[in-house]
Nanobody, 124 residues
Framework: VQLQASGGGLVQAGGFLRLSCAAS????????MGWFRQAPGKERSFVAA????????KYADSVNGRFTISRDNAKNTMYLQMNSLKAEDTAVYYC??????????????????WGQGTKVTVSS
């Protein structure tokens, strides 16, 4: 599967953005999905994960309650709604697909396919 992330940009603190991750192919629904981010000078870290049918989600503590992960399997697309953005949310955001039979991995090495990243900058 090929992934294309989009929707990043510059936003003021307290604002919102919605990221999208479009997947190619007809097997999107067979992949659990996740979002990761990499802030300047830091390692890539887990943001959120979603199960194959979207019925289960998991979040990093730092974004829980502010971000919402979702997916539309009919459109082969995953989303990340980001509200109440903070300066510390500034990062390049990556979407990833996980072909394992267990979903919800928080380690990047458990994901098999990656999008190219979309940059989010939150000004304080």
């Amino acid at each position: 599967v090929q992934l294309q992330a989009s929707g990043g940009g510059l936003v003021q603190a307290g604002g919102f953005l919605r990221l999208s991750c479009a997947a190619s192919g007809r097997t999107f629904s067979s992949y659990a999905m996740g979002w990761f981010r990499q802030a300047p000078g830091k390692e890539r870290s887990f943001v959120a994960a979603i199960s194959w049918n979207g019925g289960s989600t998991k979040y990093a503590d730092s974004v829980n309650g502010r971000f919402t992960i979702s997916r539309d399997n009919a459109k082969n697309t995953m989303y990340l709604q980001m509200n109440s953005l903070k300066a510390e949310d500034t990062a390049v955001y990556y979407c990833a697909a996980d072909r394992h039979t267990v979903w919800g991995h928080t380690i990047e090495y458990d994901y098999d396919y990656w999008g190219q990243g979309t940059k989010v900058t939150v000004s304080s």
